[in-house]
Nanobody, 117 residues
Framework: VQLVESGGGLVQPGGSLRLSCAAS????????MSWYRQAPGKERELVAS????????NYADSVKGRFTISRDNTKNTVHLQMNSLKPEDTAVYYC???WGVGVFSYWGQGTQVTVSS
C-alpha cells in the first residue's frame, strides 16, 4: 500500500497550491479519502474528506470556502485545491485512506506547505 503526496511548497499569503495524492496497492474506489494537517506543536487535524464515490465532502470550518477536495477513481488520485492561503495554513499535509471506520487505515508520508511572505 502506498499513498504518495505531492504539490507542497512555499507560497505567499493569498496564493494557491494544489496537493495530489497517488494511491496504489489497495482498492482505491471503495475507500473514503481525507486530507489532514499537522502544524508544529499542534495535533493532527482533519482538513477535508470525501466519500468513496466522491459525491459527499466535508471541510474543517477553518478552510471552508477556500479548499476543495476532489478525487479521480479512474486514476487513483485525490487532490486538495487550496486557495486564499493564510500563514495559519502552514503545516505538513497528509493523505489518508479509510475503509470501515478504521478497519483499514493508510497514511501518506506528508508534504510540507508553508505560507509566508
Amino acid at each position: 500500500v502506498q499513498l504518495v503526496e505531492s504539490g507542497g511548497g512555499l507560497v505567499q499569503p493569498g496564493g494557491s497550491l494544489r496537493l495530489s495524492c497517488a494511491a496504489s496497492g489497495f482498492t482505491f474506489s471503495v475507500f473514503a479519502m481525507s486530507w489532514y494537517r499537522q502544524a508544529p506543536g499542534k495535533e493532527r487535524e482533519l482538513v477535508a474528506s470525501t466519500d468513496s464515490p466522491g459525491r459527499s465532502t466535508n471541510y474543517a470550518d477553518s478552510v471552508k470556502g477556500r479548499f476543495t477536495i476532489s478525487r479521480d477513481n479512474t486514476k487513483n488520485t485525490v487532490h486538495l485545491q487550496m486557495n486564499s492561503l493564510k500563514p495559519e495554513d502552514t503545516a505538513v499535509y497528509y493523505c489518508h485512506a479509510n475503509w470501515g471506520v478504521g478497519v483499514f487505515s493508510y497514511w501518506g508520508q506528508g508534504t510540507q506547505v508553508t505560507v509566508s511572505s
